[in-house]
């Protein structure tokens, strides 16, 4: 079992930055691959991005490749999601999400958080 918790989402303008967290606690972390969805009022979960434990792989959706970045604490067990250039269409609930598979594939994710939202304003 893997439990997530988001948070750091919040209200900024277009062109700001944004840090989110994901704290994990759970099994053997490293084992997972952590991804980011957001969903936004009215449209389907969207893919945000992903990344191993060690870092030593990420994969991005184009609509935020150059602008997002994903890290990670290890000391701390939490994930990180840094948004940078943020515009009004990034805005959406994001959730942060763990399994044990690939990094390029989007699906098959077991565990989710409760989501943190975020709103940029224009």
């Known amino acids: 079992q893997v439990q997530l918790v988001e948070s750091g989402g919040g209200l900024v303008q277009a062109g700001g930055s944004l840090r989110l967290s994901c704290a994990a606690s759970?099994?053997?972390?490293?084992?997972?691959?952590m991804g980011w969805f957001r969903q936004a009022p009215g449209k389907e979960r969207e893919f945000v991005g992903a990344a191993t434990w060690s870092g030593s792989m990420s994969y991005y959706a184009d609509s935020v490749k150059g602008r997002f970045t994903i890290s990670r604490d290890n000391t701390k067990n939490t994930m990180y999601l840094q948004m940078n250039s943020l515009k009004p269409e990034d805005t959406a609930a994001y959730y942060c999400?763990?399994?044990?598979?690939?990094?390029?594939?989007?699906?098959?994710?077991?565990?989710w958080g409760q989501g943190t939202q975020v709103t940029v304003s224009s």
């Open positions: 759970g099994r053997t972390l490293r084992r997972y691959v």
């Open positions: 999400a763990a399994k044990i598979g690939s990094v390029a594939n989007t699906a098959g994710y077991t565990y």
